[in-house]
């Protein structure tokens, strides 16, 4: 490999078990950003070599829908041909989260195996995780207990992207990744920086740093009243933002583990402690 993945001691324990990589797997692929987006393109290339690729994302972009579905209107999915006939594809009008849903209930008539959702373009991490459609999706496979990822990369605007770089290290992180056992109820984000051959550093293992937010909302004074408007603030201090921003700004790709709601049962019993009694 192109570089020397070093785990963290915290998330080595998940990383024991090496499974072969078998070219049968399924993969489900969705982006917030459409599926006309180049990034979608980029990851279906990759995936293509490791198995059989299955996409599904909304009809529009949805970056930042966070944690939703659709309950009061019908589901209209549309198949398309968008990479060629022997890859399926559909879009949906509904959110990312949706389309991991039903591509896994109703559209893919086999076993998913593996989901990747993104790429967000922008620098989603802290908090304003939970915002980030790519994220849900991701977290919505965990409970289906299929292995999912996250991906998002540095950047204004998907011109800015570049994918021949991003094909490159994807396609030798997914091999990692398909080479070991994932932890039930956990999706990995993986954050890529602004990519070129040269100034990609290798990759970090961080943990979630819940403190921390870079939305903000900015009032927004009229003559009879007040506005809020949610906006994106760049810290006034370095020393404020997450390890992971601090990685990726030295050109590091960095990973982070996401656990979903199925791993608070692990304080069932202390809760139960404090309601003995009533």
């Not at 006939?85 to 949706?98: C, L, P, Y």
């Not at 906006?231 to 982070?256: F, G, L, M, P």
Request: proline share 3%; glycine share 6%; charged share 25%.
């Amino acid at each position: 490999m192109f570089f020397k993945i070093k785990l963290q001691e915290t998330c080595s324990k998940w990383l024991r078990k090496e499974r072969e990589v078998n070219n049968s797997m399924r993969f489900l692929i969705t982006s917030s950003s459409g599926i006309f987006s180049p990034a979608v393109g980029s990851i279906v290339e990759v995936l293509n070599h490791f198995g059989e690729v299955f996409v599904v994302c909304p009809h529009k972009e949805s970056s930042l829908a966070g944690y939703t579905v659709t309950l009061h209107k019908p589901l209209k999915v549309t198949e398309l041909t968008a990479f060629g006939a022997e890859i399926k594809s559909w879009v949906v009008n509904g959110t990312s989260v949706d389309c991991v849903k039903i591509g896994i209930e109703k559209l893919i008539k086999k076993k998913v195996d593996f989901i990747v959702s993104g790429i967000h373009i922008g620098s989603p991490s802290g908090r304003d995780l939970a915002y980030c459609g790519d994220i849900a999706a991701a977290m919505e496979g965990t409970f289906f207990q299929i292995p999912s990822l996250a991906l998002s990369i540095d950047g204004i605007a998907e011109n800015e992207v570049n994918f021949s770089s991003f094909k490159k290290y994807f396609n030798e992180l997914i091999e990692v990744f398909l080479a070991h056992k994932h932890p039930k109820g956990v999706c990995f984000h993986i954050h890529f920086p602004t990519l070129t051959e040269k100034t990609c550093q290798g990759v970090k293992v961080v943990d979630f740093d819940f403190t921390f937010s870079r939305y903000k909302y900015v009032t927004i004074h009229d003559d009879h009243q007040d506005f809020y408007v949610l906006q994106q603030k760049a810290s006034e201090r370095k020393d404020k933002e997450t390890r992971e921003n601090n990685s990726t700004r030295a050109s590091y790709i960095t990973v982070t583990p996401l656990e979903n709601l199925i791993s608070q049962r692990k304080h069932i019993r202390k809760l139960e402690r404090w309601f003995k009694d009533k």
